[in-house]
């Protein structure tokens, strides 16, 4: 019973342990040895797609893993945000967060600087949490008996 209640304050710390863990290895191990030295720029954009896709399949299914296993509901999902918030906003690897790219970067000949951590932060969180948020609620819409 005690480990229902810790749910929503374990949930993001599994999270962002695990996207941290993967982006470390990601960036410092598999980027170093993959990356060939000329990608096209078609071939950077699939690896791109897959990486992304590959971090929300991460939030999903610990999400579900709680919602299933442990009763997680949106009430607990809402609740571990300000939590998940705070961990990313005190360390994050700058590099790219689904939409959010946190680590300096170039485009149409123009260098931009990374983003604010605070800022970006927020936007990892809110976009993890949508995530978190509608998994939850289909896990309980399935869960829920049908009326007669």
């Known amino acids: 019973m005690k480990i ?3 749910i929503p304050f374990i949930l993001p710390l599994a999270v962002w342990l695990s996207i941290t863990v993967y982006m ?3 960036m410092y191990v598999l980027t170093p040895l993959i990356k060939p030295p000329e990608m096209s720029e078609f071939f950077s954009g699939i690896c791109a797609v897959v ?5 929300g399949v991460i939030v999903w299914a610990l999400t579900f ?5 442990f009763g997680l509901r949106v009430k607990g999902a809402i609740a571990a945000l300000p ?3 705070a961990l990313f906003a005190v360390y ?6 689904l939409f959010v790219y946190t680590d300096g970067w170039s485009f149409m000949f123009t260098r931009h600087s990374p983003m604010n951590r605070f800022l970006a932060a927020f ?3 809110l976009q993890f949490g949508i995530i978190m948020l509608i998994t939850v609620t289909a896990v309980y819409a399935n869960s829920k008996p049908a009326a007669p």
């Open 24 to 26: 470390a290895l990601l």
């Open 51 to 55: 990486l992304v896709a590959l971090q």
């Open 4 to 6: 229902k209640k810790a």
């Open 123 to 125: 936007w990892i969180t």
């Open 83 to 85: 939590v998940m918030y």
């Open 65 to 69: 893993a709680a919602a299933k296993k």
């Open 92 to 97: 994050h690897i700058p590099s790219q967060y």
